[in-house]
């Protein structure tokens, strides 16, 4: 495929997406394997920009602390090393539509994403993009209030929000991985698009904008400051 | 952009593939890259704290590169079709570098966006690239889901999911029916940008 792309001259976009928890052991290992990938990907692939998605073992989330942590180390370490490096994050958190905790998710990776210089945020695959139709405009919403909420903010006092974020979410994966009620708006599967907007003319139920606002509240409290 | 030129290429690549040493997916596995990894994060003393999702560490970023290319350096590339090692140096791998693009423009006209490098934390926030991210997308709402995102303002991109099926019909890969699923799968993802009123996004 590559070499069809190459002689087609088109813009090649590589994506890993790299397992914490996998052959590279932990943090430190896997951290090191996914800078690694992501230097065969300009080696070999001829790519013009890096778009990767850490993903847990246990879970199979990029939303998790230690993929956050994998994703953050690298695209800071580009960021030093080879700063006109073009790099992209997918975003494939635990809970779906609807539910406080997919949009604190999705926050956090923004966050993350934002802070350690990466260029694209690209998602997001709600309940981990297996759930068919489990996926809406309102999480993509949040990645990018929640990166201009950020954006410039001094990095050690970022970690310190993010940290917070993460800890607010981070003890509920067991139970919203087991939920399989489609009405929970706290944690879990969520609901379908279908379910979270007027599929007449395409606007977020009255439902959604109160989980979505609520949220925004519980993250303000936490530190971040959303304009408007 | 011109057509590219490089040292090492995808084509370079395919022929150090076919004289690789070989070695089983096990063995990469489960010992050389194991191994390998560890002897990095030791030789560079990286230590993570989770607490800190975004080193502060100066050295640490640069111990994580080094580790990095190191790491490449040493046991090369493995590809699990061949089942052997290309083996790749630090010079190719910089070059690789060098020759990837500081911009890029996603999209035409009036609904282009540029990726530029984003220079630390700064003030510019990164695009995003709104979409189901691969997530399955039943096939009579495929439109109307993309369409939620290409009309949301700050959404630069979009990143498509994949239709359930295509006339009803299931599209394996490798069938003929896989053709027909694809051309749906763009046509709708244009269509739903189109009906937000920003037809040429990057998609």
Known sequence: MVAGWVENNDTIMIEEMPIFGGYGG??????????????????????????????????????????????????????????????????????????????????????????????????????????????????????????????????????????????????????????????????????????????????????????????????????????? | MGLKSRGLDVWEADMRFREGEEVTEDEWDREILPQAVQKYVDKYDIEIDLSKPVPEDEQLKEDIFNAGVDLLSDIGIYNIDTETVMEVSKEEIMAGLEKAPGKLTLGEGKDAVEVLPRTGNDKRPPLTQGGPTGAPVTEDIFVEMHQTYAQEPSVDLIVDGVPSGYMGNDTPAGTAMEIKGTLFELRSVREACTRAGRPNMGI
């Open chain 1, 26 to 228: 932990g943090i430190e290992g896997s951290t090191v394997i996914d800078m690694a990938t992501h230097l065969i990907s300009y080696t070999m692939y001829h790519c013009d920009w890096h778009l990767e998605g850490p993903i847990h073992v246990r879970w199979g989330i990029t939303t998790a602390r230690e993929c956050l942590a994998m994703a953050g180390h690298v695209a800071a370490a580009f960021n030093k090393a080879q700063p006109d490096i073009l790099l992209g994050n997918q975003y494939y958190p635990l809970s779906g539509p609807c539910t406080n905790m997919c949009l604190k998710e999705v926050a956090a990776q923004a966050m993350t994403d934002t802070v350690s210089g990466r260029e694209i945020m690209s998602g997001s695959a709600s309940a981990k993009g297996v759930l068919k139709d489990y996926t809406t405009g309102m999480e993509s919403r949040m990645m990018s209030e929640a990166a201009e909420a950020v954006a410039g903010l001094d990095v050690s006092e970022a970690n310190e929000i993010i940290d917070k974020l993460v800890n607010s979410y981070e003890d509920d994966y067991r139970e919203a991985d087991q939920t399989k009620d489609p009405d929970n708006t706290e944690l879990g599967n969520g609901k379908t698009l279908q379910e979270c907007y007027d599929m007449s003319d395409l606007t977020p139920t009255d439902e959604y904008w109160e989980v979505y606002e609520e949220a925004k509240e519980e993250m303000e409290e936490l530190g971040v400051s959303f304009e408007g």
